[in-house]
């Protein structure tokens, strides 16, 4: 139950740290995953619509645009290695009226600030030679842009680190913190560990767990779903085709995307989950509510944007709603093409003034590092975000 370094959260960032740790330090130092579930990479990663994504949308600079487009390079090299089904089938970033072309361009320069390889603009009939059904004004086509099982990935990242003597625990729910002067003791709900040092990869959890340690962390996790909707004829889209996005939100409003399995998904819409980990309309926990209820930076963020958050409440309750947002890309679309499918949920990280966190954030404090925000394209970007992690503990941790 003595560890060197535990990491607590087995999705992909956890997994992906799990394995950068023992890469770097080999036989040095025992570690050890924990994580609550019984299966690993349960809830976001399992719930990921399975795009590797370029880095093209992310500020110049930030973590998110750095470790997508080196995250993104060694993911596919990583999958290649290990023969894991992929497939970098290229995208189409579609502005549907003139209105967006401005938005759509300052992507695409985005893109070049970040250099993204195989970046083309299209103008409407362009747009055809790639996706036949779309309907637009002027596109970019992202031809780095791909598709994976980001599970698939998550469980090889586990197989190595435990081929070479790390170790998983499954069902192992962290319920407490007593931090000594050189360890930390970690209660879970079955057993107690020790841990010279810990990583906290939490996930839609990662804000109790700082909170748990001791810390105060300023942003708040907010769950919100994304619900999606199944294309029954596939032939209308031929890899991935996205809107330009509202650039007052983090998601990239609803898009279809062919998956590594063959099937085709349309969404996600955003609405509020009143429970961080419930994946149904009907899931509620009264816990998951209050705190964000409670918390000034969600009621400022659901004042700012009511007229919206009907909006998406709405779609979320009507199908022709629905449908009617994915006719601005492929007008020819009909309610029998679609049928409901799968949904995740996303960690939204709000500031207290209601602002969104849009960057990656690692807080470190005393033997501990925490992850507090690790939004989308953290699976992409999960190498290296394991990379900057281990390599942040071995400086701040002093290890050798």
Not at 70 to 81: H, P, Y
Request: glycine share 8%; proline share 4%.
């Amino acid at each position: 139950m003595n560890y060197d370094i535990i990491v607590i959260g087995g999705g992909i960032v956890g997994l992906a740290t799990a394995y950068q740790l023992k890469e770097k330090l080999s036989d040095k130092y025992t570690i050890a995953v924990l994580e609550k579930e019984n299966t690993l990479a349960n809830h976001q990663t399992g719930h990921n619509s399975g795009v590797i994504h370029s880095g093209i949308y992310y500020k110049p600079n930030s973590y998110r645009a750095k470790l997508c487009v080196q995250g993104r390079r060694d993911l596919v090299q990583f999958a290649k290695k290990y023969n894991i089904p992929h497939d970098i089938c290229g995208k189409v970033i579609v502005a549907r009226d003139k209105s967006e072309i401005p938005y759509l361009e300052t992507i695409y320069q985005r893109g070049i600030e970040n250099q993204i390889e195989g970046l083309t603009l299209l103008n409407g009939e362009q747009i055809k030679e790639y996706e036949p059904h779309c309907v637009g004004v002027k596109a970019i086509h992202v031809a780095c842009t791909g598709i994976i099982n980001f599970k698939a990935v998550a469980e090889k990242y586990a197989e190595i680190f435990s081929a070479k003597g790390g170790v998983v625990l499954l069902n192992e729910k962290v319920k407490n913190f007593e931090r000594k002067t050189e360890h930390t003791i970690i209660d879970t709900d079955k057993n107690t560990y020790t841990a010279k040092y810990i990583i906290a990869c939490g996930g839609l959890q990662s804000d109790r767990l700082a909170l748990l340690y001791g810390l105060k962390p300023l942003t708040r996790i907010v769950g919100f779903r994304g619900e999606y909707y199944e294309l029954v004829n596939k032939e209308k889209v031929k890899n991935l085709i996205y809107p330009v996005p509202n650039p007052k939100f983090p998601w990239l409003g609803v898009h279809f995307t062919r998956m590594i399995n063959g099937e085709v998904e349309c969404g996600p819409n955003a609405v509020f989950a009143f429970k961080r980990e419930g994946y149904t309309k009907t899931a509620f926990s009264w816990k998951d509510t209050l705190d964000a209820l409670q918390f000034k930076g969600f009621r400022k963020l659901t004042t700012k944007h009511f007229s919206y958050g009907v909006k998406e409440q709405w779609r979320s309750l009507s199908k022709k709603a629905f449908l009617k947002s994915l006719q601005g890309l492929i007008p020819s679309l009909t309610i029998q093409d679609i049928h409901p499918g799968r949904a995740g949920v996303r960690a939204l990280a709000v500031n207290p003034d209601g602002t969104i966190a849009d960057d990656f954030i690692f807080e470190h404090a005393d033997n501990a590092i925490h992850v507090l925000n690790a939004p989308s394209p953290a699976a992409t970007a999960s190498l290296a975000i394991g990379d900057t992690i281990s390599q942040m503990a071995i400086e701040k941790f002093t290890l050798v």
